[in-house]
């Protein structure tokens, strides 16, 4: 990570912003706070059985799942919400 905010691919505020978001990940996960949080959409029937049980299939905690750029949401660097990864897209 270094690195990269030395060549200036990211920023070190954006590092700080993934450290965080990882801390936050791996609380939530210890806690069982998210599963516990989907078990309860459940329950108030915002989710289905099945999608609660596929939800929860995945790998790590789920809520932060990065996409296929690495990031949060996908985006390399990132560039999730509040790093400019929300803004609107533009359709060609």
Do not use: C, N, W
């Given at each position: 990570m270094?690195?990269?905010v030395t060549s200036g691919e990211i920023t070190q505020e954006q590092v700080d912003q993934m450290e965080a978001e990882r801390a936050?990940?791996?609380?939530i996960s210890d806690k069982g706070l998210f599963r516990a949080a989907v078990q309860s959409a459940v329950k108030d029937g915002v989710l289905t059985q099945?999608?609660?049980d596929r939800i929860?299939?995945?790998p790590g905690p789920g809520m932060f799942a990065s996409g296929p750029g690495g990031g949060p949401g996908g985006h390399p660097?990132?560039?999730?919400?509040g790093m400019g990864g929300d803004r609107p897209r533009r359709d060609s």
């Amino acid at each position: 990570m270094a690195q990269a905010v030395t060549s200036g691919e990211i920023t070190q505020e954006q590092v700080d912003q993934m450290e965080a978001e990882r801390a936050l990940q791996k609380y939530i996960s210890d806690k069982g706070l998210f599963r516990a949080a989907v078990q309860s959409a459940v329950k108030d029937g915002v989710l289905t059985q099945a999608q609660a049980d596929r939800i929860l299939s995945r790998p790590g905690p789920g809520m932060f799942a990065s996409g296929p750029g690495g990031g949060p949401g996908g985006h390399p660097g990132g560039r999730g919400p509040g790093m400019g990864g929300d803004r609107p897209r533009r359709d060609s």
